[in-house]
């Protein structure tokens, strides 16, 4: 719904992302903001903010091909640490510079999900998740046992990311580069869900035989949502290995696979918007629960090694049950319909009738 007084009168104007001057005026103000972040946080929240920025690139892919396409995986961040590997063999072993391997991660990753989507051919729902369940036992195995390029359990260090003479290691120059990264990915996401490409993506998740009936080649997209989004997750993995200097197989769990599937859950199904919502709920909940865990391991001793951990799965468990069950359309739903009720005041409201 647009605001009152906003009305189209070309396609171009109907078609775009933003359609008034309040609207470029507050995306202008959220950018010179975001930037302006490490002037004012300290370097705590500036590391929170860097993990919350590379997890919303991953789940921007995951939303590529689980949102719009319909292809439900649960392996994504095994992905990630593909283009985190990548960068750091490249660049350990062969000596590469970090930012052209920024591109080659992102590929090495679409190439391996490719390889990994080649069963949505056949599978789908369910029984596809289960094959993307093998592709990060798969993935992950492999980074484990092939010593000798991977550095087995113990992973590969990296050096310090570097632009020219420019150092980049400190969290502010990290924090720049990781949400310039962000709102370059959300670009692009935004921009693929309105090409013909992401509407054939939304025909197979909505029809899939519809489809295909359609003159859609549903293999050839399904593969395509695969790649792209494994690209994502690729990018992603690069930055991962960059704000950590270390990469192992214990940073790609398939517990942060089912935690990116939850951030879709919760913010929305098919919404950039919800991407971020579900992303920045998560992890403000994690953040909670480093906060209430201590006092719980004080007043419960002989818990106090498992209780955080437990406390973790069981809440964020029980939210997504919660959004599943209460509000299946997620948090984005909840914001449209704020929006709404603000753009149709004060012709929305009811008075009591006696």
Same mark, same amino acid.
């Given at each position: 719904m647009l605001p009152g007084g906003v009305y189209s009168t070309k396609y171009e104007s109907d078609l775009a992302i933003l359609r008034t001057r309040t609207q470029w005026l507050l995306l202008g103000l959220g950018l010179v903001l975001l930037f302006t972040v490490p002037l004012l946080a300290n370097s705590y929240w500036l590391s929170w903010l860097t993990r919350l920025g590379i997890t919303i690139v991953a789940v921007l892919g995951l939303h590529i091909l689980s949102g719009l396409c319909g292809q439900i995986s649960i392996g994504h961040a095994a992905f990630m640490g593909v283009g985190a590997y990548t960068v750091a063999i490249l660049t350990a072993q062969f000596g590469l510079n970090s930012w052209l391997c920024l591109p080659i991660c992102g590929l090495a990753a679409g190439l391996a999900g490719l390889v990994f989507g080649l069963p949505c051919f056949r599978l789908k729902g369910f029984y596809l998740a289960i094959s993307t369940l093998a592709a990060s036992y798969i993935i992950i195995w492999c980074i484990r046992?092939?010593?000798?390029?991977?550095?087995?359990? +113990?992973?590969?260090?990296?050096?310090?990311?570097?632009?020219?003479?420019?150092?980049?290691?400190?969290?502010?120059?990290?924090?720049?580069?990781?949400?310039?990264? +962000?709102?370059?990915?959300?670009?692009?996401?935004?921009?693929?869900?309105?090409?013909?490409?992401?509407?054939?993506?939304?025909?197979?998740?909505?029809?899939?035989?519809?489809?295909?009936?359609?003159?859609?080649?549903?293999?050839?997209?399904? +593969?395509?949502?695969?790649?792209?989004?494994?690209?994502?997750?690729?990018?992603?993995?690069?930055?991962?290995?960059?704000s950590q200097l270390r990469v192992n197989p214990d940073q790609f769990r398939l517990y942060d696979s089912i935690w990116y599937v939850g951030m879709l859950i919760i913010g929305g199904w098919g919404s950039i918007t919800g991407v971020f919502f579900g992303a920045v709920f998560l992890r403000l909940l994690e953040v909670s629960i480093d906060h209430v865990a201590p006092p719980l391991a004080e007043a419960f001793p002989s818990l106090a090694m498992q209780i955080h951990v437990s406390l973790g799965?069981?809440?964020?468990?029980?939210?997504?049950?919660?959004?599943?069950?209460l509000e299946p359309r997620g948090l984005y739903y909840r914001w449209e319909k704020f929006k709404a009720y603000y753009r149709l005041h004060p012709y929305a409201y009811w008075g009591r009738q006696d």
């Open positions: 046992y092939f010593t000798s390029v991977t550095g087995g359990f +113990m992973g590969l260090p990296l050096d310090a990311l570097r632009l020219g003479p420019i150092d980049l290691s400190s969290r502010a120059a990290l924090f720049c580069v990781t949400m310039a990264i +962000m709102v370059l990915a959300t670009f692009f996401a935004k921009n693929i869900q309105r090409t013909a490409t992401g509407r054939a993506f939304v025909a197979i998740r909505d029809n899939e035989l519809a489809a295909e009936v359609s003159g859609i080649p549903v293999f050839r997209y399904k +593969m395509l949502a695969f790649f792209i989004g494994c690209i994502f997750a690729g990018v992603a993995g690069w930055l991962w290995a960059h799965l069981i809440l964020s468990g029980l939210v997504i049950v919660l959004f599943i069950v």
